[in-house]
């Protein structure tokens, strides 16, 4: 068996649905997700292996060691996928408390957890075994323009509070490497996009917003530039990471894809406009600047031949193909979206977008 904390999220469930799906998937491994279904988790987002008698699930907050080292010892999986975090930027300016919690202690109950089931293992149960952090390239802070994209190597630097609680997490995970010999494997990855992801961050929230007619906010100049990768290729990456990453090493996972944030839109509104005319001109009538983030990072972008070299690992998809299947699946699941935009959500948005936010509900 293998633990997924977090796999009731965007990348932790399509992480799952893809393990049960794969191509020679051992009936008898299991995934137990474990997570503590806070507003980004969603029992939905397993909807399509709800049957499947590999899945069981585990309501369960990781900030509580004791009960999770009772499940490892109850289930003693092979590894554990740790995915669970608060994971929005802007929400962690608003309040980075709960960062600190799940981000940081969290990760730290976790390791203890697992450096306690580890310990007690024996023979090749215990030389199996692996913990993969899964964080994000936000830990190398913010690029200019000309500066080569972030290697493994490169110094740490975060500028959010939610990218300082990752990057504290992964020194954690590191250090349980160096002192217990716990084996870890940490996975830093850029910008996610396809199904699934909560319509809080960027590609979600602007094709949730086209289709409803709402403003499409965009923060600053829309210059940012992020390193774009589709869902399916981030969690193929982790799948290789688990099979043949070396223990205390750290692979970065990107798309060798950067586009500016306002080029992210207008291409959202140009598919949506061949996709699902509205009628009223195209869907770009309805971007509109905004007040820019507080200590908005400028680009991020991944340098990921370590990962391709040493893993064989490529993306799969090019943004174009993966912003159709995307576009696409947000046009076939307005419940999902119905769903999870419910009266929190609503609030949530009041908060964030200010005076703006008239223009969100509508
Ligand atoms: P998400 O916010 O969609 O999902 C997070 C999941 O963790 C939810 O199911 C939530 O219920 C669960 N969770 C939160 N607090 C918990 C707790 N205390 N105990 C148990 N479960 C808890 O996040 P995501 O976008 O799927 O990101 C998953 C991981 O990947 C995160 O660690 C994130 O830092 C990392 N990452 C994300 C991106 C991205 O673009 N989204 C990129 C690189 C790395
Ligand atoms: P986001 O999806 O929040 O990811 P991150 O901040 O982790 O990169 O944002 C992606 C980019 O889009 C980022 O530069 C901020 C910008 N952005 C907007 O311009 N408007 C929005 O409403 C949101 C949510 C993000």
Redo the contacts with the bound molecule.
């Keep these: 068996m293998i633990f997924v904390?977090?796999?009731?999220?965007?990348?932790?469930?399509n992480f799952v649905v893809d393990w049960l799906h794969r191509e020679g998937a051992a009936i008898d491994e299991p995934v137990l997700v474990?997570?503590?279904?806070?507003?980004?988790?969603?029992l939905a987002n397993l909807a399509s292996v709800r049957a499947h008698p590999g899945l069981q699930f585990a309501r369960?907050?990781?900030?509580d060691s004791a009960a999770v080292l009772a499940l490892l010892r109850r289930h003693r999986p092979r590894a554990v996928v740790?995915?669970?975090?608060?994971?929005?930027v802007d929400r962690s300016i608003l309040g980075p408390g709960?960062f600190v919690?799940?981000?940081i202690e969290?990760t730290f109950s976790l390791l203890e957890a697992a450096r306690a089931y580890h310990g007690e293992r024996t023979g090749s149960e215990r030389d199996a075994f692996r913990f993969l952090h899964?964080?994000?390239?936000?830990v190398y802070g913010s690029l200019e323009e000309h500066e080569p994209a972030f290697t493994e190597t490169t110094r740490y630097a975060p500028n959010s509070p939610?990218a300082a609680s990752?990057a504290a997490s992964d020194h954690l995970v590191r250090a349980y490497f160096h002192t217990y010999g716990l084996p870890v494997v940490t996975t830093?990855?850029?910008?996610?996009?396809g199904p699934f992801?909560?319509p809080e961050?960027l590609i979600p929230l602007m094709i949730a917003n086209a289709l409803q007619g709402r403003s499409l906010p965009v923060y600053g100049d829309g210059q940012n530039v992020r390193d774009w990768l589709y869902v399916g290729d981030?969690c193929r990456g982790i799948r290789r990471v688990l099979e043949a990453g070396r223990p205390g090493e750290t692979y970065n996972i990107g798309g060798r894809n950067e586009v500016r944030n306002i080029d992210v839109v207008r291409r959202i509104c140009a598919m949506l406009d061949e996709l699902r005319p509205d009628g009223g001109g195209s869907y770009a009538r309805h971007i509109t600047y905004i007040k820019d983030r507080p200590g908005h990072d400028r680009r991020y972008a991944i340098d990921c031949t370590k990962i391709e070299r040493e893993l064989g690992w490529k993306p799969a998809e090019s943004f174009e193909t993966g912003l159709r299947k995307t576009i696409a699946w947000y046009l076939d699941h307005a419940d999902w979206v119905a769903e999870v935009t419910s009266g929190k959500y609503r609030a949530w948005v009041a908060l964030q977008y200010g005076d703006a936010a008239s223009a969100f509900q509508g």
């Design positions: 904390t977090g796999g009731a999220g965007f990348i932790g469930s474990l997570d503590a279904l806070t507003y980004a988790g969603n369960q907050d990781i900030c740790h995915f669970a975090a608060e994971s929005h709960e919690r799940t981000n969290g899964v964080s994000t390239d936000e939610y990752k830093n990855c850029s910008n996610n996009y992801q909560f961050k981030h």
